[in-house]
């Protein structure tokens, strides 16, 4: 496992670098994706640093879930996506770049032809915050 000590999303959950958050509770976290595949990108993680969906509790999985639908929901009222996959990677072949386990929250539009490996590219940084404005308005 990748240690918590290095680990940049236990950084976000502690407040040691920055996130645009939509939500928290005793055992989750959401937040926009820095890189967004579309407008309204968003990830959920547990508090519990594990790497993957091999290693995270049963509980934390199922806390995640939760708040992941949570989230879902108000990405839907927000941005009217056509749909939105919920999506998890596990392991470098799978795509996992970040060693905490989190679930995307994807909003998806007809014929936007989105690759499972969507790749990382910097998403503008006004943009992102304005629509966790609006998304956190309708949680
Ligand atoms: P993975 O590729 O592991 O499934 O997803 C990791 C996600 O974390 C990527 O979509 C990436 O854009 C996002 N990410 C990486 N570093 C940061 C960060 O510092 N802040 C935020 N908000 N997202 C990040
Ligand atoms: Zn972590």
Redesign the pocket.
């Known amino acids: 496992m990748s240690a918590k000590e290095d680990c940049?999303?236990c950084?976000?959950i502690a407040g040691e670098?920055?996130?645009?958050k939509l939500y928290e509770d005793d055992a989750t976290l959401a937040?926009?994706?820095?890189?967004?595949?579309s407008d309204g990108?968003a990830?959920v993680i547990p508090k519990e640093h594990t790497k993957d969906v091999h290693a995270v509790s049963e509980q934390a999985i199922a806390n995640t879930v939760i708040t992941a639908k949570k989230i879902a929901s108000a990405v839907e009222k927000t941005v009217a996506p056509g749909g939105i996959n919920l999506?998890?990677?596990n392991g470098e072949a799978?795509?996992?770049?970040?060693?905490?386990f989190?679930m995307?929250v994807l909003p998806r539009r007809d014929g936007d032809q989105l690759k499972m490996?969507?790749g990382?590219k910097p998403g503008d940084m006004d943009a992102i915050g304005t629509l966790a404005e609006k998304i956190k308005g309708n949680l």
């Open positions: 940049i999303f950084k976000i670098i920055p996130s645009f937040f926009m994706d820095i890189n967004p595949a990108h990830l999506v998890q990677c799978a795509g996992q770049s970040v060693f905490h989190h995307h490996n969507w990382l």
